[in-house]
Every structure is written in C-alpha cells, then in structure tokens.
C-alpha cells in the first residue's frame, strides 16, 4: 500500500508539473501576443501621424491655388516646399512625444519627371530609387522622428487637369477613322502633299492668317486603324510625312500628359462640393440634371466652370461658352442641335463611364454640331459620326480615357487654336499611397 501511494504521489507530481509547463507557456504566449498587439497599435499610432504630414503637405499645396474665375485658376503651380525642409512639425495631441517630418516636391513640367526616393533607403536599406511623378503632380513624404519605431509613408498626388498639347487626338486606348471624306474641300488644310481630300486636317475655315498645313499629331494608347473608303492619307500625316505624327502604344505614364488621373477625377466628381462652392462663388455654376439636362442654363465665361449634376443630352438649339463645363455623367449632341465651345478655354468634360453611358462617353452625330472647344471623355470613349453636308462634322479636339472613334462620311477638323490647352486646376487629391 504504501509503494503504491508513493507511485500515486509521483504520478501526480508529474501531471501537475505537466500542467504547470502549459501554464507557463500559455502565459508567455499571452505576454507575447500582448507585446506583438501593442506593438501593432503603437506602430499604427505612427503611421497615423506621419499620414498626418501628408495632409498637411495637401493643406500647404492647396493654400495658394487660387478660387475659380481669377485668372490664373487653370495654370496655377502650389505653394512652395516648407522651410527648412528638416524641420519637425508639432506632435499630434494624442502622441504628445512623437513629431514628424513631411516634405513635397512638385513637377511642373508638363511631362513625368522621376525624382529620388529616399524613404525606402531610409526603412528598408534598399538602394534609393527613383519614384515617377505626373505632370503637374507631386510625391509627399512623412515620417516620424521619435527614434524607436519610425515609420514612413508618401503620396502621390495630382490635380484635375487635361492637355491637348501634344496630340489633337488624345486616346488611352485605340483610335479608328472610318468612312469616306464627300465634301471636296479646296482649302489646303484639308489636303494631303499630294492633293488628295483627307478626312482628319486642321481648321478646314481657319481664321486670318490662315496656319500653315501642318500634320495631324495623334497619341493612342493603343492602336491607330483606318478602314472603309478612308484609306491612307486618311490624317493629314499617318504614313506621310517624316517624321510620322502619330504615336501609337503610348504607355500609361505618357499618357499621364493628357488623361486626369483617376484620384482627381473622383474628386470632380463631388456634386455637393460644386453645390457649395456655386453658393459662395459667381464663378461657378451648378445645375442639378435629376434625368437628363437638355440645355445648359449658366455656360460658363472664360476661367469659370459649370457643374452638371446629371447627363447632357442636346437635339437642337445652340449653346456658346468659352469656360469649362464638368458634366457628372454622359454628354450626348445631336440632330440639329450646336454646341459651340469659343476660345482656348473652351472644354467640356464628362465624367461618366462607358458602360453607363450606352456605348460612349461623348456621342456627337450630325453636321458640325460640335463646334469649337475640346471634348474630354475622362472617365470612357468619344464616337463622332456624320454626312459632313456642313464644312466639317466634328471642329475641336478629343481626349479620351479610352477610344475615339471617328465614321460617317465627314471631314473631322482639329482646331488649331487648342494645341495650346492645358488645364490644371481643382485641389491636389492622392492617386496612390505607400507605407515603410
């Protein structure tokens, strides 16, 4: 009996010290996973700080754009970096002992332009490299100084813009020229070397002093194709001059130069900020489109803007403007309607999509009901078709995130006047974002 106690007692020595051995571990995971959770929540504390630089860089950038109407409001460049750029700014109330750093640098050419990337040699180790920033754009950085647990994050931004500076037509994806050019027209902008009618030229009725002819600059993201009866020289310049005007394959960042990136985009598309800014400013219109808006009742002078908050859908009348008008939806001319954008100024840009939209963004069908001012597809494709009974079916210029497609048996003409158009304007709004 008492061997047999004595096993008893031992047995139950070494389950208790079995026990005891799980406690111990369960007890220095708990400790661990109580350390790994604060440390997670700590380290997220920062990053909420250091995002709080990148705000801050947003505040400082927008501070001096100046309000809709002035007359720099479509080319204004932001204010400059802070100074010193090495300064720590004043720690957020909720981590009293923790300061950050923030610095921006701004692109103001009109193409991207790379600039070095400190941060990740800063947290990772890596070799700097180099960050590519938009025209017009900028990179912002943050970072926390405390010493322990620094963290860093930056941000690409950009602002609402659009540029016909470097194409006439501006696609993301693919642009198609089909049809046939039946009206003979005797002005030299409308032929080719050769003497042949073509159906893309410059101003067909230019203003005094005529411009000179000049090949037809085009920009596709993807392919240029003509078809039909409009066979090569179909532009003025595809296949005909040297060197050949007509780029195509345009890669994404290129094309950067002439589409809106899609941060700014969704920020133009903020109804209820036109709705107040139109309260306060007699520079900016809004007009609410609950279904469709078959006219536009405030078009907008030069330098101002007008918000439609809905679709655009014009069969006939006329409508003159020679500012920007923002359309949060489709855009539809056609029958016998005119729609007639006046000056450098002059731009139409719909936000809406492809898909919601039927087929295309911008529908233009008839003889000349576009006439004058730029067509801008932010967010989907332009279709132009017509007899061209008129001079030309289609006077302007095109931008659009994905396909122009130009048919009908018209002469499409760019206005000559817009190769200078560039906008920027709107407040600076992030494209992307990064952590280390």
């Known amino acids: 009996m008492k061997r047999q106690r004595g096993v008893a007692l031992i047995v139950a020595l070494g389950i208790a010290m079995v026990f005891l051995a799980i406690?111990?571990?369960?007890?220095?995971?708990?400790?661990?996973?109580?350390?790994?959770?604060g440390n997670a929540y700590q380290k997220q504390q920062y990053y909420n700080v250091a995002e709080?630089?990148?705000?801050?860089?947003l505040a400082d950038m927008d501070s001096i754009l100046p309000s809709p109407g002035t007359s720099a409001f479509l080319s204004a460049t932001p204010a400059p970096p802070p100074s010193p750029p090495s300064a720590d700014q004043t720690a957020l109330p909720n981590m009293p002992n923790v300061a950050y750093h923030y610095s921006y640098w701004y692109n103001a050419s009109g193409s991207p332009t790379s600039t070095p990337e400190p941060l990740?040699?800063?947290?990772?180790?890596?070799?700097?490299?180099?960050?590519?920033?938009?025209?017009?754009?900028?990179?912002i950085r943050s970072y926390t100084?405390?010493?322990?647990?620094?963290?860093?994050?930056?941000?690409?931004?950009?602002?609402?813009?659009?540029?016909?500076?470097n194409c006439a037509l501006c696609a993301g994806n693919n642009v198609t020229v089909s049809g046939a050019t039946n009206r003979a027209s005797a002005l030299s902008q409308c032929h080719d070397p050769s003497g042949n009618v073509v159906k893309v030229c410059w101003d067909p009725t230019p203003p005094s002093p005529a411009?000179?002819?000049?090949?037809?600059?085009?920009?596709?993201?993807?392919?240029?194709?003509?078809?039909?009866?409009?066979?090569?020289?179909?532009?003025?310049?595809?296949?005909?001059?040297?060197?050949?005007?007509?780029?195509?394959?345009?890669?994404?960042?290129?094309?950067?130069g002439f589409l809106a990136s899609q941060g700014s985009l969704d920020q133009l598309a903020d109804a209820a900020m036109w709705q107040s800014l139109a309260a306060t400013s007699a520079n900016v219109h809004y007009q609410n489109c609950s279904s469709t808006c078959s006219s536009i009742i405030s078009p907008p002078s030069a330098g101002q803007i007008t918000f439609l908050n809905g679709n655009l859908s014009m069969s006939r009348g006329s409508t003159s403007y020679s500012g920007v008008v923002i359309v949060n939806g489709c855009v539809s001319v056609s029958g016998q309607a005119t729609y007639s954008g006046i000056g450098t100024s002059a731009e139409t840009i719909a936000l809406g999509t492809d898909a919601a939209c039927g087929g295309y963004a911008i529908s233009v069908q008839g003889n000349l009901a576009w006439n004058g001012g730029t067509a801008d597809a932010a967010n989907g494709s332009v279709s132009i078709s017509g007899s061209g009974n008129q001079p030309s079916l289609f006077y302007g210029g095109v931008i659009a995130a994905y396909n122009i497609d130009i048919a009908g048996n018209g002469i499409y003409a760019i206005e000559t006047n817009l190769k200078s158009q560039v906008f920027n304007f709107g407040n600076f709004a992030i494209d992307s974002f990064a952590q280390y």
């Open 23 to 37: 406690a111990v571990v369960i007890l220095d995971l708990a400790s661990g996973n109580s350390k790994n959770v």
């Open 120 to 139: 990740p040699a800063k947290f990772v180790g890596a070799t700097p490299p180099a960050v590519m920033v938009p025209a017009n754009g900028a990179v």
């Open 145 to 165: 100084t405390v010493g322990l647990r620094d963290v860093g994050v930056e941000a690409i931004v950009s602002r609402a813009s659009s540029s016909g500076a």
């Open 52 to 57: 709080a630089g990148i705000d801050r860089g």
């Open 211 to 256: 411009p000179t002819p000049t090949s037809v600059p085009i920009a596709a993201g993807g392919i240029y194709q003509v078809s039909g009866a409009c066979t090569a020289p179909c532009a003025y310049g595809d296949a005909s001059h040297t060197p050949n005007p007509i780029q195509t394959g345009v890669l994404t960042s290129q094309q950067s």
